[in-house]
């Protein structure tokens, strides 16, 4: 992952990623798994999607529902976990 | 489960490393009891292990792993005989194929190896645990457990004694599903119990709909869903079983019920034939992108 990522960059991504996978609209409020409606076994294919695509890993206690909410949730899991490793 | 008895106890030792064998190994690691899992074939417990290290973080991701509670040990094996032969199993859980013949042979090699007085619990969905009491040696230590999928979020178990189960194996088997959170609700052994007698003619029904053309897979799960209440929808339920199994269990009923909302209709059949499982093999009535670990 090269540093030219931004926080922009990953949100349009994961917009994308969520529009490709669910066939339906997404914005960076929007909740998943309230009247977003989605699966929440759906969740765990979000946090491996985040590892492998920005090079990250979530353990502990960041392997939480709300880290996965929303888009921004997720935008703000990835920056953190990348600005720490 | 509490330290004590961890230490006390022996392993669950769970034969068929498939979707529901998986399920319950997994229930049972998070809550801190070991595991031995059995398959015949090492390249399925090779999947089945990987799949199990992504359930572990799939049950503490969604709140179902108790706190402070190490996950138990798995130990993966191709043989049933030293499966059995080591420290003596809490409970023997049989996840096999659902095929009567299938589950009755495993069942009869187990029964005939472990003690008396150990649980011997066959996961089904479908089949009298009676018919399967006739392939074991203690048809008293038999009795069925109906998982649904995934076995480690969904904290409701139909359990099923079989006329001739002893009432304190049923005890202990309810006990062990107490330590493992779980609530069990015991009925009387039948065709397909309670859930599946009436959930697998009613999908049976959403794929005959689509079918018929009278509506798409998205909008009937759509109105299952959003006029009834379904938390999924009947035919992404159906990937979530497994077509497979479904199919499997479907014929279970219609041979003993004569149902014949229970004849696993056209669509359902050539989805199993074009290898189309569901969402463990990546593709049912819904596309996953990519098969389940």
Redesign the interface.
């Known amino acids: 992952m090269t540093v030219s990522v931004t926080p922009d960059t990953i949100e349009r991504e994961l917009v994308e990623f969520l529009e490709t ?1 669910t066939k339906a609209g997404w914005t960076a409020t929007r909740d998943l798994f309230g009247e977003g ?1 989605l ?3 759906f ?2 294919e979000l ?2 999607h985040l590892e492998q695509r920005y090079g990250i890993a979530i353990s502990g206690a960041d ?3 709300a880290n ?1 909410r929303t888009v921004r949730a997720m935008v703000e899991l990835v920056v953190r976990l990348r600005d720490g490793g | 489960m509490t330290a004590a008895a961890r230490e006390e106890g022996g392993p669950l030792v769970v034969v068929g490393a498939g979707v529901m064998g998986t399920g319950i190994a997994t229930l049972a690691l998070v809550h801190g009891v070991p595991v031995t899992l059995v398959d015949l074939d090492r390249a399925v417990l090779d999947r089945a292990e990987v799949a199990i290290a992504r359930n572990l973080r799939t049950a503490a991701l969604l709140g179902a792993a108790p706190p402070d509670t190490a996950p138990g040990a798995l130990t993966t094996s191709t043989s049933l005989p030293d499966a059995l032969t080591g420290s003596t199993a809490v409970a023997v859980v049989e996840a096999v194929t659902e095929d009567p013949a299938t589950k009755a042979a495993v069942l009869a090699r187990v029964s005939a190896a472990v003690p008396e007085g150990t649980p011997l619990i066959s996961n089904t969905s479908s089949i009298p645990i009676d018919e399967l009491a006739a392939a074991v040696a203690r048809p008293a230590d038999l009795l069925g457990t109906h998982f649904m999928n995934p076995a480690y979020l969904i904290t409701t178990v139909e359990v099923v004694p079989g006329p001739r189960t002893a009432p304190d194996v049923v005890a202990s088997a309810t006990k062990l599903l107490g330590e493992l959170r779980r609530t069990p609700i015991v009925v009387r052994d039948s065709p397909g119990f309670v859930t599946s007698r009436l959930l697998h003619p009613m999908i049976n029904d959403a794929a005959r709909l689509v079918e018929e053309g009278v509506a798409s897979v998205e909008d009937v799960d759509a109105l299952m869903q959003g006029c009834l209440g379904h938390p999924t929808g009947p035919l992404r339920t159906a990937d979530l079983i497994g077509i497979d199994n479904l199919v499997d269990a479907l014929d279970v009923l219609h041979l003993r019920t004569g149902d014949e909302r229970s004849r696993p209709c056209g669509l359902l059949v050539a989805k199993v034939r074009d290898g189309h499982h569901g969402r463990k093999s990546g593709r049912g009535f819904y596309d996953y992108e990519e098969a389940l670990p």
């Open positions: 996978r409606g699966s929440s076994l969740a765990m946090v491996v392997l939480k529902l996965f």
